[in-house]
């Protein structure tokens, strides 16, 4: 009889046979389990029941897993809840679009019970926003201001919604301003050194935050064979 977590996971997934499997493997692990099949109550239940982390399939009847995802993410009684997509779809457009919607990592169908443990860990791992020590959780930056206490980032004045990774991935680099991280360290430093993910995530982030950001795109910048960094001001 395994020890009961307290973790609360919500699984959103309409194939019957495919979210036995998941919520049998989950609660033998522990894991509290929330079942749904449909994207509607799914958004309820996230809204209601406050889990720790959601399973999402992208293919669901009514309301599909991307709208379900954006929508959790825009909520502000959801959005720091960490999401992992489950697609049966491997090409890198579902991917990109998984991920830009707010998706914190992705498992391509079908997944071993064991990937799919060690993924559910990975993102729990993480935990809630973390502030990067040694940094202010509010870092002002050339109109820009990311507050991780408030989760919240302003541009001009004006808000604009991020997903948890996104605002980690931003704070940092703009607590670091003219350095310049790799794809590696950013997994490391940003995501969980844990996290099973490819640094095909980061870009894609990156690429989600600039869209994000609008006019102040270009403060992320993009040093071709390295990685990334955050505009220094002072040197331009």
Request: glycine share 8%.
């Amino acid at each position: 009889m395994p020890t009961v977590k307290r973790e609360k996971l919500l699984v959103i997934e309409d194939e019957a046979d495919i979210l036995e499997v998941i919520e049998y493997n989950l609660a033998r692990e522990g894991y509290r389990v929330i079942a749904c099949r449909e994207g509607d109550e799914g958004l309820r239940r996230a809204r209601r029941d406050n889990p720790d982390l959601v399973l999402l399939d992208l293919m669901l009847p009514g309301t599909d897993g991307v709208e379900v995802c954006r929508q959790l993410k825009q909520d502000p009684v959801t959005r720091a809840v960490p999401v992992i997509i489950l697609t049966a779809k491997s090409e890198e457009s579902d991917v990109v679009l998984g991920l830009g919607v707010g998706a914190d990592d992705y498992m391509t169908k079908p997944f071993s019970p064991r990937e799919l443990i060690a993924r559910v860990q990975a993102v729990l791992r993480r935990g809630p926003l973390k502030v990067e020590r040694g940094a202010g959780d509010r870092v002002v930056r050339d109109g820009l201001v990311v507050d991780m206490a408030r989760h919240e980032v302003l541009a001009g004045g004006k808000p604009i919604v991020f997903t948890p990774t996104e605002i980690r991935l931003l704070h940092f680099l703009a607590s670091h301003p003219g350095r310049v991280f790799d794809r590696a360290h950013l997994l490391s430093r940003v995501i969980g050194e844990d996290a099973i993910v490819t640094d095909r995530n980061i870009d894609v982030h990156v690429r989600s935050i600039r869209q994000k950001l609008g006019e102040k795109r270009e403060l992320i910048e993009t040093v071709r064979g390295v990685g990334y960094r955050f505009r220094d001001a002072q040197s331009t």
